[in-house]
């Protein structure tokens, strides 16, 4: 961390903060240039409260020089980690493809879609049994009933699933759930954070709607903290002024985590358009630009589909992306 | 809501939705023009999905008409809500004055502060005990302890108390707190707004840092559905480009607010900023806009404090606020 | 257009209302429903002030329902659009490979980043004379001298060349530029646009930092209007608050801008992300889109670059770059 | 400027990058700590490219320390600059309360208006001649004529006028022109400012849609390094995800900006909100932010104006927001 010092500010005071600092258990370099005082904070400097010091009247700006992530950083871990998802390994070349319906609405309807995205290559399933939704009046999942069937599906296919959850007081329920998905809006619920991070579960950590790259990896940081390494970051897109899209994918992300982080990062380009139109183009550039898997909505009856059924493709369209998927992964990767 | 069909639709279709829609209970008036097919649905929209329609072949597009939100809606009910917190009474006229420091640390730290921002003409006292902090590695807040010396304060001081709940399983801890609020974190953690309208507490409500004012209103329906309509919304601060201050202080929000809906609004300008020099002009501007209150932070000593200090007032600070801030309530209700 | 009027209103204030829309030439188709009545504007709605009418007492919310756009909107033009750029086709399955330094500095810079560019595959050559700089203080450009340079490079390898535009007064320097850009802090200079449209030159038209695609598109339409139909829509990254990455590429654009528009559609990875590690992976997540061409910036020697270095790929990059390109193409175009 | 260099990096490597730096006349102080050896670059590092070093292999990350705006910056100029305005002083405690029309429509439309905000305590005229229009079929605005009906009303009435420039090959027809008015969306049109640099008319900077406040400034800075320090800045509201308003008036510019620079700043709370009813109490909550003047629409008849009418205020509501204005002021001011 680098404190400048405000032009014309006594020595003595200076020196007031630079005790204050040492007593925090962080030594001081001073480096006293033409025109200002720069002191360099060497040690752990993650203790200390930036914008504290920046609100003394002594002090003209504090920039903070090294990454407060540590566990997720890539600097002190540079292999990739791959994540085990009951068998299917993710990160480090290994490509994940989850697929399934936003909302897990019937025994017939999740079997059946569980069955057609198996064949076309798809090694997750995923389903949502708690839905987090913005008005308290929309359907808000099957519940317990949704994690039921989706375990069924599960039995029937051998394909590991996923759902999100919201509670950490449904953990029990999620006990055969292979990889429980956090979603955007609980991105930052620091103590969901902290529960998973007591069980060794894989977690699906999705980016909030306006978080950075930066918290991203704070949130990934809480739950490795608590010693659940097994973390599989994940881009969905986010909140600009654009309208004509639901949410804005950042592409981008995907080669910039891989260099800060060893976390493995997929992309969902379903929720991140709203638009199932454009699940295809965005699939393609995911998986053009790095990702490490995909997850993606695919339902049978998309204009019965009780949420998000603008978003889904159809098993047809899935079969035809999964295929075309694994052609521009060989040109990427040669 | 209302739903455009593409140019050149063959009639079959666009009865085949109209039969769609009617299922729905839902009944559809068509307006055919020169160019366009408009189908306006009437009845209780609210259980239709606006994107599965829009995404339809023949769909142009969907526009909604009337508010997602009801029970927070002004049209369903015009008057000012006043909300009673132990006895002080917010909105309609009440002009609130929260004060304190960011986190209780001490039992001597938060009986001092208590006593003065008392003096100093605040007739409710804030400090946190649960802190949500981007990094785990961040002090978290006393925690139950904190809550605790609050109380004392509470005990000695008789003012009302107001503090940050993160996890609804801490419910029980928050008996004697008057006004329990929701951070800008978890505006949109579903479960816990569902718990809070279980209760009979009155809610302070933070907008959320990316989150526009109609999903504040519809997170304060989230409290209200369930049958709790003591709900205080607060604004504190969105994300922008700026980068001086640390969130942008949305004070139109707090007329918009008025407008559509008859819950009190107060402004919390020390978060927002994250500067101690600007809370003074920003809470001037914030009464100036018409808000129902303030929340402000207080520290007696901001060089130790152990978070946030650097968007706390001194007492003396905020004796000059709270005089000025009467002097242009004065003004504004003249 | 629909307008919405809000319960209660006196019929006779409604018949007003419907007067003077009328006396607009639009006609106005009334549907009253249970609770709300909703006036429909048909014909040319595009002279009504929106917000003056939202601003009513009676009326309760307006929304336009056709795009404001008219020669870009691809309902009214089907077909892809075709730009000649000086004998290179740009759009319609033609794709476009732009390549060069962000700055011209030197004759034998510009000689031999364009000699590498075209033997790795690039079929335009671009270089900046005039650079908008945020500082005053910023190198500026070689100007006239540069396009000079430019054109000498252009006469020796036969590219066509692009050169970015600040100023409508320096048209006569840009007789020899092939394809004349317009950059994204002046999408909104609608005088530099309307000056644009007066000629036939091909125009390459940035999306602005804050924009969206509508606004992109209402840029277009101020050429388009002029008469000049030879507009290349470009997607440059828009500011969001990422921080790691400089701006943010939005890919979705593509796809979202083919529907809407018939116009071509090219990306720059080399500014959206400002960083060179990106530009690869960037590029293919373009391509992968389905973009209709490629902007990116090629430097002999990144070090010692004027400006823009950092994003700079050097030309031994390019050339991977290039290749791998044309095999994602055919996956993606088979 | 401190660069910090990447774990590991051979001596050598950080001996060429130093001897480059030094070769830009940067002297450089190293200071190698336990685990990361910062430089720090000392002295006119405004000409040093630095994503060009941040981009290099052996560098981790770059920090910028001092301000890259000079002229505008209050470290180098304490006092506050009081901009005259052919006699109206604004700035240095002096208030300016500017209203007129959005548009200039008509003779009769213009007089009276002037006339009557001139009555209620208005001390300069504004009234849009050229109109920056989204769509390139709404109205231009009267151009050159509107600007002869301004000057006729500032004849008639003895208030100096306000009108915003579009295009610097204008610059004859604003000679009679008090203050020449840059619109948002030519913030960064730097041709314009380095034009009015070499003026020494009063120009008034409104700050960009998305634009944060160092930008703001640095567009100062083009107009300063010209030789005109008559710069008064504006604030006129941002972009953000809020859809209620049209845009969100960024109130802690006014204090933040009076902190970096000695510029006057004035708020315009017309063009923020886009809705009249919210002109009002923005107006307040501005003059208790510190403003130094406010701009606001004023027209005789909203429903009947050209352009933005819905933003207006009557003359008679704009006679109470200046009586309670300067109430407001007294106590700020106290």
Redesign the interface.
């Known amino acids: 961390m680098?404190a400048?010092i405000k032009?014309g500010t006594p020595q003595s005071q200076v020196d007031n903060l630079i005790d204050?600092i040492e007593s925090q258990n962080v030594s001081v370099?001073v480096?006293a240039?033409?025109?200002?005082t720069?002191l360099?904070l060497?040690?752990d400097t993650?203790?200390i409260?930036m914008?504290?010091i920046?609100?003394?009247d002594i002090v003209?700006?504090v920039?903070r020089?090294?990454e407060?992530?540590k566990s997720a950083n890539r600097?002190f871990h540079p292999d990739d980690t791959v994540v085990d998802v009951s068998g299917v390994k993710v990160g480090g070349g290994n490509f994940a493809v989850i697929a399934g319906p936003c909302s897990v609405e019937s025994h017939d309807q999740i079997i059946e879609v569980a069955n057609k995205v198996k064949a076309s290559g798809a090694n997750m399933l995923r389903g949502g049994a708690f839905k987090?939704?913005?008005?308290?009046?929309?359907f808000q999942g099957l519940q317990a009933d949704g994690l039921e069937l989706l375990i069924e599906a599960k039995k029937q296919t051998g394909l590991p699933i996923v759902s999100e959850i919201?509670?950490?007081?449904h953990l029990d329920l999620f006990e055969e759930v292979d990889l429980i998905q956090v979603g955007a809006?609980?991105m930052?619920?620091?103590?969901l954070l902290?529960e998973l991070g007591r069980t060794k579960k894989p977690v699906l950590l999705k980016r909030g709607?306006?978080?950075?790259?930066?918290?991203l990896l704070?949130s990934a940081?809480?739950i490795m903290?608590?010693g659940n390494e097994n973390v599989i970051l994940c881009e969905r897109g986010?909140?600009?002024?654009?309208?004509?899209?639901?949410n804005?994918?950042?592409?981008?992300?995907?080669?910039?985590l891989k260099?800060?982080s060893h976390l493995p990062i997929i992309v969902d380009p379903s929720h991140?358009?709203?638009?199932?139109?454009?699940v295809k183009?965005?699939a393609?550039?995911?998986?053009?630009?790095?990702a490490d898997g995909l997850m993606i909505e695919v339902h049978n009856d998309?204009?019965n589909?009780?949420?998000?059924?603008?978003?889904s493709l159809t098993p047809e369209q899935f079969d035809d992306v999964s295929k075309?998927v694994q052609?521009?992964l060989e040109?990427?990767r040669?």
């Open positions: 680098i400048v032009i204050w370099h480096s240039g033409h025109y200002q720069v360099g060497i040690g993650s203790k409260d914008e504290l920046e609100n003394l003209d700006t920039k020089i090294s407060p992530f600097k987090p939704r913005t008005s308290p009046y929309d919201m509670n950490a007081n809006r609980n930052q619920n620091f103590e902290k709607l306006a978080n950075n790259l930066k918290e704070m940081e809480y903290a608590g986010i909140r600009t002024f654009e309208t004509y899209t639901r804005t994918l950042d592409l981008a992300a995907v080669p910039m260099e800060l991140a358009s709203g638009i199932s139109r454009l183009p965005m393609f550039a995911s998986v053009a630009a790095g998309p204009l589909a009780l949420c998000d059924g603008a978003q075309k052609r521009i040109v990427v040669s």
